[in-house]
């Protein structure tokens, strides 16, 4: 799917299922401050509008890194 978390095509040995979840609320919150997926077909960021408050805008694109290590935890 075009928002799964990187779970989905990566190695299961070292999957957090924390960091999963981070990553798809991070979606959702996404989806529901621009009314559409966070990644375009070729897999691009799409960014925010400019009337995101920045605070947001940074916690949810570290939602979204790539890298799950520098997802936020709890």
């Known amino acids: 799917s075009d928002w799964s978390s990187d779970v989905c ?13 981070v990553y798809s609320l991070g979606v959702t ?14 897999h691009r960021f799409l960014g925010f509008k400019d009337n995101i408050d920045p605070d947001f805008k940074d916690f949810v694109t570290k939602m979204l890194s790539s890298d799950p290590d520098c997802r936020p935890t709890m």
Do not use: I, N, R, V
Not at 29 to 42: F, I, S, V
């Open 29 to 42: 919150l996404y989806q529901m401050a621009m009314g559409k997926l966070p990644y375009d077909k070729e």
């Open 9 to 21: 095509s990566s190695d299961l040995k070292d999957f957090d299922p924390f960091k999963a979840d």
